[in-house]
């Protein structure tokens, strides 16, 4: 129930192209879903987030796109660059208070070829 | 400086000592967490903390002491180091919200290696 299933492990994309992860959960109460970016030799870094009452999230090159009735959830890079090559978490969690921690996928190492 | 900070950044110790990792936060926030990030396992939570003196097990917790008398403060204690422990540790803050995001914030981590 408290799982974050993340696909795939490691991805390698043309610079230009669209990246895509995905990511799978199980508790139905989770209701913040944030991914979070990670360079080598760095702490991870929030980079998007979306909450279940709208199926898409669109900042600059970075989209979420969420399936609430497939408890699904994915991360679209548009226009992949070189400088986009990081270490990808998604998450989960109930919002607010001591329910709020965070659940992880285990990570999408992304290397964008130039 | 404002934000998130740990200490040491680097540490090698040996099988059987005692090793504290530090975790300073000067947003006052609530809620801080320490993580290890290991290949194939992506980040576990170790322990975290809801405010001083409060804290709970994550899903790793075995091996790890850790205590938080000051708000700013949340240092992580391996009190006798084993191989297994060989990682890099993140600590993380979040301010608590009875609604709202979840934002976390995290350290540059510490890389621990036990020989």
């Known amino acids: 129930q408290q799982q974050v299933k993340q696909s795939p492990q490691s991805l390698i994309v043309q610079k230009g192209g669209i990246s895509i992860i995905n990511c799978a959960y199980e508790?139905?109460?989770?209701?913040?879903f944030p991914w979070y970016q990670q360079f080598p030799g760095k702490g991870p870094a929030l980079l998007i987030a979306?909450?279940?009452?709208?199926s898409e999230k669109k900042e600059g090159r970075f989209t979420i796109s969420f399936n609430k009735s497939a408890k699904q959830f994915s991360l679209h890079i548009m226009d992949s660059q070189p400088g986009d090559s990081a270490t990808y978490f998604c998450a989960a969690s109930r919002s607010g208070g001591s329910q709020g921690n965070l659940i992880f996928g285990k990570g999408t190492k992304l290397s964008v070829k130039p | 400086d404002a934000g998130i900070t740990q200490s040491p950044r680097y540490k090698i110790t040996e099988t059987g000592r005692q090793v504290t990792l530090m975790c300073h936060q000067t947003?006052?926030?609530?809620?801080m967490f320490w993580y290890r990030q290991d290949l194939g396992h992506g980040l576990r939570l170790i322990y975290y903390?809801?405010?001083?003196?409060?804290?709970d097990k994550g899903e790793v917790p075995d091996g790890y002491v850790v205590s938080r008398s000051k708000t700013e403060n949340f240092p992580l204690t391996l009190e006798s180091a084993t191989r297994s422990q060989t990682s890099v540790y993140f600590c993380?803050?979040?301010?608590?919200?009875?609604?709202?995001?979840?934002?976390?914030?995290f350290g540059p981590g510490t890389r621990l290696t036990v020989l």
């Open positions: 993380a803050s979040r301010a608590h919200r009875d609604r709202g995001y979840n934002e976390q914030f």
């Open positions: 508790n139905t109460a989770f209701d913040y």
């Open positions: 947003w006052s926030h609530s809620y």
């Open positions: 903390s809801a405010a001083a003196d409060i804290t």
């Open positions: 979306i909450r279940p009452d709208v």
